[in-house]
């Protein structure tokens, strides 16, 4: 099956439970994730977020401070 189209029926459980995995390095039955299946749930993740989630809510979003809101320490500085 395509990963675009397992993209496009996943739920947001299987998101949930993919992230999950991601995060411990386990799947949900307790066994380890390899590098390949880190590498493709990884892809699987972003992708999803790409298409269905907010952008401030994807996988590595940054804020982008703007100068009246954001706090000095957001982004550091080299002088810091």
Do not use: F
């Amino acid at each position: 099956m395509d990963l675009n189209l397992l993209i496009d029926r996943m739920d947001v459980a299987t998101y949930q439970s993919l992230k999950s995995s991601m995060e411990t390095g386990k799947w949900p039955d307790g066994g380890a994730l390899t590098g390949e299946q880190r590498t493709l749930v990884m892809e699987a993740l972003i992708r999803y977020g790409h298409q269905h989630l907010p952008e401030d809510q994807r996988i590595g979003y940054l804020p982008q401070p703007d100068c009246k809101s954001a706090p000095d320490n957001l982004i550091p500085t080299q002088q810091q």
